[in-house]
């Protein structure tokens, strides 16, 4: 049977659009390292919207006061171009469900998305009860999400290790009580794309009132098949995909979204005309933006987004190429938004440039916020040829996110030579005002530096991560630095760009420091978070 052939005998062959159901806010977030503050899920959320995604989920509003701020911020602020469904997640317990709808509730489209698991080794081990009160919660919950809103969406997690049977009980009381989207998630990553498949169309057969809703998948990659089997639920029917900008997610991760998105569009032809909204020349900006604030980078051949995925080394193929794109490119690089450095600004560039380069970016920056980016811009002209579109997106997430209330770095100062150790001084003006300063004789510059911050703060935090990148290629490339701390318990992390890299990984471990501060003074959760979630 042909693929449009199976899809024809799918449960919503009328429908051909598919809906993204983004997660890297909630799922993405969950990977270890990640400590995403309200700013920086905020400006990922914006670029969600600009991208088109129809869903997002932006976190687990009972898990923290974090989580709920970034939540309610998002859902009152992101609108524009066009308003995305804002969903929380719930388990399903009220005090979660009430937390998830005073997150949400100021977004012009909220949906409240609950769970409960289905499996046996889930509802034995870790829930500790039994298939009647699974039942029970569900119904409840979704009863008391629909009390507050019309969109509401379910899942039974850890489906795909469930009784088919089961599932199928559990998927009909979420309907009767009023559930919009049926979400069928893979939580461990276990399934085969056939098998998935299968499981889907047999859960169509005891639920017809599936038809009435929308079906949704969330795959994990496991086995390195969360985008085929999340393909494989589209042609049974789902017409929701879950997933994660560079497929990040819990432990392998989730489906790719960049990888689902170019596949139904670069084969719309032959399955049967599926494709989602997503506007895919903004998916390189958005694998860039997510990379640089989760610090998670994208392997050089990762599919559509990596830096290779468009480069032909061979001989033969280049050659092929030069002659005819088609002979070894499945898809155009402008179409996935790699090569679009249209914009290039020099130093003799003024304030308005700056401002319609911004803008043609999709920033609307005025007033202080354009002072300081073209403060910023004109540091950077000054040392840098040509300041392009990459340049000014890592400037933006940069400068312009909101001050996080900490550490500043006033100054720094470093001797490095070959034959003595570096030698560091630094300022660091503190959370209360004051001017502290700090010395350190490090084993190189930048380790001296950081351990001269340590002395100014009079704090020892672990270094859980440190990164450094360049922005864009050639010797006067910006450089980028991402770093990951953890002070009692409680992680942060920042992020810098300068021409100087050592000023960016002075600038980022300060950052980093302020946000993993802030957390230590937020009350700690006394249930603790969720072991798990789908
Ligand atoms: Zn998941």
Known sequence: MSIPEQIDQGANAADRRVLVFDTTLRDGEQSPGIALNTAEKLEI???????????????????????????????????????????????????DIDAAWEAVRDAERPRIHTFISTSDIHIVHQLQTTREDVKGQARAAVAHAKRYLEDVEFSPMDATRSEVEFTAEVVKIAIEEGATTINIPDTVGYAMPHEFQAFLARLYELVPELRDVTLSVHCHDDLGLAVANSFAGVLAGARQVECAVNGIGERA???????????????????????????????????????????????????????????????????????ERSTYEIMDATTVGLESNSIVLGKHSGRHALHDALAEMGFEVDGQALNTAFKRFKEIADKKKAVTAMDLEALM??????????????????????????????????????????????????????AAINTAVGMHPKLSDFKIGAVTEGQDALGEVSVVVEIEGRSGSGQAVSTDIIEAAARAYV????????RTLEPRDAAGLPATAP
């Open 45 to 95: 959320a914006q670029q969600l919207a600009r991208l088109g995604v129809d869903v997002i989920e932006a976190g687990f509003p009972i898990t923290s006061p974090g989580d709920f701020e970034a939540v309610q911020t998002i859902a009152r602020e992101v609108s524009d171009p066009a308003p995305p469904i804002i969903a929380g997640l719930a388990r399903t317990h009220v005090a």
């Open 397 to 450: 997430s940069d400068e312009l996110r909101g001050e996080i209330p900490g550490y500043t770095l006033e100054w720094f100062e470093v001797e490095a030579s070959s034959r003595r150790p570096p030698h560091a001084r630094v300022a660091v003006r503190l959370p209360e005002g004051e001017l502290a300063e700090g010395s350190f004789t490090g084993d190189g510059p930048i380790d001296a530096v950081l």
């Open 253 to 323: 991760g989730n489906a790719s979204l960049e990888e689902i998105v170019m596949l139904l569009r670069t084969r719309r032809a032959d399955v049967g005309g599926l494709d989602t909204g997503v506007n895919s020349r903004e998916l390189a900006r958005t694998s860039r933006l997510v990379s640089r604030l989760t610090g998670y980078p994208v392997q050089p051949n990762k599919a559509i987004v990596g830096r290779n995925a468009f480069a032909h080394e061979s001989g033969i193929h280049q050659d092929g190429v030069l002659k």
């Open 511 to 518: 950052r980093a420091l302020s946000v993993a501060r802030a």
